[in-house]
């Protein structure tokens, strides 16, 4: 069954470093996103990706923030200088465009500690 | 503001037990409603819901949606520790471009041997 795969699982960094979390979503979807979700708290919506070009985010997704997909496959978040806050399980999720109702199908996850 | 709540936060039951989770929504241009199952990372689909009072299934779990109380309930009947995990509940917010999920905090079920 095709998944949205996530790397890497977890990753620890230093607090103003830039981290790149990276996704290979379903490769018939054309709707993308990330979500994050701090622990103990909901998954929330960070930003959403389609036809080349951000759709919609956040206001969690400020200029810190930024997402690409460079080859066609892969689709990336990366956060230029992480802050303490940042340290979160982020989750990339993709869907087919067929009707409005499809399910978003996701990722095991990033868990990123910032310390 | 578009919202989702759950209920309860958090429940412990034992093997055989049968439980309900419930879910309400405030959200503007409702059309559908989706529960997921989150073990240790990732949340996986159960279930989407779009019409009132018709039942979706699989194995021991359904779910319906009340669109005019705007609520969903998610049952689990003969419960198994394998069924231990957050049950989120979503919905999509259609008044945006791509239909970003809007979560509930979920219900935390503990099922005991």
């Known amino acids: 069954e095709p998944e949205v795969t996530q790397t890497p699982s977890h990753q620890v960094t230093q607090m103003g470093q830039e981290v790149i979390l990276r996704c290979v979503p379903i490769s018939n979807h054309l709707y993308f996103y990330w979500y994050r979700q701090i622990l103990g708290q909901k998954v929330e919506f960070l930003v959403s990706f389609y036809n080349n070009e951000i759709s919609e985010k956040s206001e969690i997704f400020d200029d810190q923030f930024s997402v690409e997909r460079p080859d066609g496959s892969n689709f990336t978040l990366k956060i230029r200088s992480t802050k303490l806050e940042d340290s979160a399980m982020y989750f990339c999720a993709s869907r087919d465009r067929g009707s409005m109702n499809t399910e978003a199908f996701f990722g095991q996850g990033t868990r990123l500690t910032v310390v | 503001e578009d919202k989702v709540v759950q209920s309860p936060l958090s429940l412990v039951v034992h093997e055989g037990d049968t439980v309900t989770l419930n879910c309400s929504y405030e959200?503007?241009?409702?059309?559908?409603l989706l529960w997921y199952k989150q073990e240790k990372k990732a949340p996986t689909f159960l279930f989407m819901l779009t019409s009132s009072g018709i039942e979706k299934k699989s194995g021991r779990l359904s779910s319906i949606l009340d669109k005019k109380e705007l609520f969903s309930i998610l049952n689990i009947t003969a419960t198994q520790t394998g069924d231990s995990a957050v049950y989120l509940c979503a919905v999509p917010n259609y008044g945006g471009a791509t239909n970003k999920l809007i979560f509930g905090t979920g219900t935390l079920l503990a099922v005991q041997p």
């Open positions: 959200v503007t241009n409702f059309r559908s």
